[in-house]
């Protein structure tokens, strides 16, 4: 019964040894509170590369250091996928390049906009109501006559759904083209937070 207990006085008398020492709040304070300024300002410092059409503020797509962007500059005719690693007034610093802001042509927001995600849902929503339109055909049929009938306007409904369903996979925002009102903005985390 003493092997299981050792560890536990060793525990206990070490404990009572290390409170028995005196913290010393005078080092622990400053030290705290410098870490606490230079974290704070770190976050003061950061910028956002945000993409806004006009004045509307609701639809803005913002990046940040350390997410992947795919744009695509003026004089290259590909699209070119990178980190973002700083990002200034005058310049953005990526994995590979260093490119002005007004260097870019067109930004790659297929995986980025939030209301990309809204349009997948409700693309579902015709095409699930499909699929249960003959379920629901297919099952009463065989309760009805024993065997598998489709009605044709049951078909035409469940092909109209389905093509409204693809129809709508195809609407998607993927492309944010920097020209006339869309604009490409440099903002630190003051001018972010402003009204």
Not at 8 to 13: D, E, I, M, S, V
Not at 28 to 43: D, F, T
Not at 47 to 75: A, C, F, H, M, P
Not at 181 to 195: G, N
């Amino acid at each position: 019964m003493l092997y299981g207990k050792v560890p536990f006085l060793l525990l206990r008398n070490n404990l009572s040894k290390i409170m028995r020492k005196p913290i010393r709040i005078t080092l622990v304070l400053p030290l705290i509170s410098l870490l606490l300024v230079a974290y704070s300002h770190g976050l003061l410092a950061q910028n956002y590369l945000v993409l806004q059409k006009g004045e509307n503020q609701k639809t803005r797509i913002q990046y940040q250091v350390g997410e992947s962007i795919t744009y695509k500059l003026k004089d290259i005719p590909y699209y070119m996928t990178d980190i973002i690693r700083e990002i200034q007034s005058e310049h953005l610093l990526f994995g590979e390049n260093i490119v002005a802001p007004w260097q870019i042509e067109v930004i790659d927001v297929s995986a980025k906009d939030e209301r990309n995600s809204t349009l997948r849902n409700l693309t579902l929503l015709p095409a699930a109501a499909a699929l249960l339109l003959l379920t629901a055909e297919t099952v009463n049929s065989l309760y009805a006559d024993g065997r598998v009938e489709i009605s044709q306007t049951s078909l035409v409904i469940s092909g109209g759904l389905l093509g409204s369903a693809l129809i709508m996979s195809q609407v998607r925002y993927r492309k944010f083209r920097l020209k006339g009102r869309r604009k490409l903005l440099v903002l630190s985390q003051e001018d972010w937070t402003k009204p």
